[in-house]
């Protein structure tokens, strides 16, 4: 998997907060094997943020999404 993410040029995993332990740990598991090119991005998933956050509201949540996909997607190789 480290291999083909080097292959392909992936900037960024992205995970949900809500997952497992065990998909976290493999997910940073891979990421620490392909180094610095690619970083591990965690989103919202299963609901929206406490009032006041970040993603606390419908609006707020697709904004606060997109702004972490198109920065992590938009990060340029050395």
Do not use: C, M, W
């Not at 919202?44 to 707020?60: D, E, F, M, N, Q």
Request: hydrophobic residues 45%.
């Amino acid at each position: 998997l480290a291999d083909e993410i080097r292959e392909e040029g992936v900037n960024a995993i992205f995970i949900g907060g809500t997952a497992g332990r065990g998909l976290q740990n493999l997910v940073q598991a891979v990421a620490e094997e392909v180094g610095e090119d690619v970083r591990v991005v965690s989103i919202l998933t299963g609901s929206l943020a406490p009032a006041g956050h970040r993603g606390g509201s419908y609006i707020a949540f697709v904004r606060f999404h997109t702004e972490l996909v198109v920065s992590a997607l938009s990060r340029k190789d050395s």
